[in-house]
């Protein structure tokens, strides 16, 4: 879409369409409403798309911009999915301030609900899991990228032990986030996404900057490792931002060239039949990342903060 040539209409054929899963609605959505908002003088529509209710109801083409099916969020999410949404940071700043509670445990709360959904579920292994996930993803951009909005959905298949993420943001980008850090040096997009990996990393936590001794939200460059470092058991972790993505699996990794993007991108895949006694995995990926953040001078070698290492946060 990038390479077309400037036109008065263009026509989107959805006839070849078949299985989607969140993160491919989720990219190519923003991919298509992106392209409509550059076109000034022209005009975009779709055909062939009457068949397609699942992606209906996630949301896709309203997110398009097209008029068809439902707006995202407004399904609602049940059966094991989370429709395409749009969370502003007004809104969960909002929800804090009527709640008297951290901005932090705003994202917590609704974390916890949207993992309620898909594992349909109250508690449970499979809901902790779900519900560190999508916070700590949801915090990262609202503490690195700048954007004052991130847009999700999800998917659980029960049937095939599998969950999917997709979370995306139009915010700074991943080097431009880790260029603050004066300890990281970064040539290009793609040391940028694997660096954005490594325990203790950041773009605002280092040597020099002082913790908050009682701030269980303060960033620490921990959320990226450890969600990823749960996903490649049995599934996979990928984030695109600039030109490249970078995934990671339980025994290899891949990276891509792929035409700038604006913001970061991420697709979290769990196998669910991984996720049993989810602290104990979780205490035992910390104290690695611990090891591993002093043997790497970008690092802060001073810990994971409270809120990156456990489940829930009650106090």
């Known amino acids: 879409m990038a390479e077309l040539d400037e036109d008065h209409d263009y026509l989107f054929d959805f006839e070849l369409v078949g299985h989607t899963d969140p993160f491919g609605l989720l990219l190519v959505s923003d991919a298509i409403s992106s392209f409509q908002s550059r076109q000034v003088f022209g005009d975009s529509t779709c055909r062939n798309y009457q068949r397609m209710s699942y992606q209906s109801v996630m949301g896709f083409f309203r997110a398009c911009g097209f008029e068809y099916g439902?707006?995202?969020?407004?399904?609602?999410?049940?059966?094991?999915?989370?429709?395409?949404?749009?969370?502003?940071?007004?809104?969960?700043?909002?929800e804090a301030e009527e709640q008297c509670i951290a901005f932090g445990e705003a994202i917590e709360l609704r974390s916890r609900r949207m993992a309620e959904v898909l594992s349909r579920q109250p508690d449970g292994d499979l809901c902790e899991a779900l519900t560190y996930a999508l916070r700590e993803v949801i915090r990262n951009v609202f503490e690195h990228s700048g954007a004052d909005q991130v847009q999700f959905c999800a998917q659980h298949w029960p049937s095939r032990n599998r969950v999917h993420l997709a979370i995306l943001d139009k915010g700074t980008g991943?080097?431009?986030?880790?260029?603050?850090?004066?300890?990281l040096t970064?040539?290009?997009?793609?040391?940028?996404?694997?660096?954005s990996l490594m325990p203790g990393v950041s773009g605002k936590m280092y040597k020099g900057i002082k913790r908050r001794k009682h701030d269980t939200w303060q960033n620490s460059g921990y959320g990226l490792y450890m969600t990823s470092r749960l996903a490649v058991n049995g599934g996979n972790f990928w984030i695109i931002s600039g030109e490249n993505a970078f995934g990671v699996a339980s025994e290899r990794t891949r990276e891509l060239h792929i035409s700038e993007f604006e913001g970061t991108a991420l697709r979290v895949s769990f196998d669910t039949t991984q996720l049993k006694t989810i602290q104990t995995k979780l205490k035992r990926?910390?104290?690695?990342?611990?090891?591993?953040?002093?043997?790497?001078?970008?690092?802060?070698?001073?810990?994971?903060?409270?809120?990156s290492t456990t489940i829930r946060t009650k106090f």
Do not use: C, M, Q
């Open 70 to 94: 439902y707006a995202p969020g407004e399904a609602g999410g049940g059966s094991n999915y989370l429709p395409i949404t749009h969370l502003d940071y007004d809104t969960l700043n909002k």
């Open 174 to 183: 991943v080097r431009r986030s880790l260029s603050r850090n004066p300890y």
């Open 186 to 195: 970064i040539n290009s997009d793609l040391d940028a996404l694997k660096l």
């Open 285 to 307: 990926i910390k104290n690695e990342g611990h090891e591993l953040a002093k043997l790497f001078s970008g690092a802060d070698p001073r810990g994971a903060s409270l809120a």
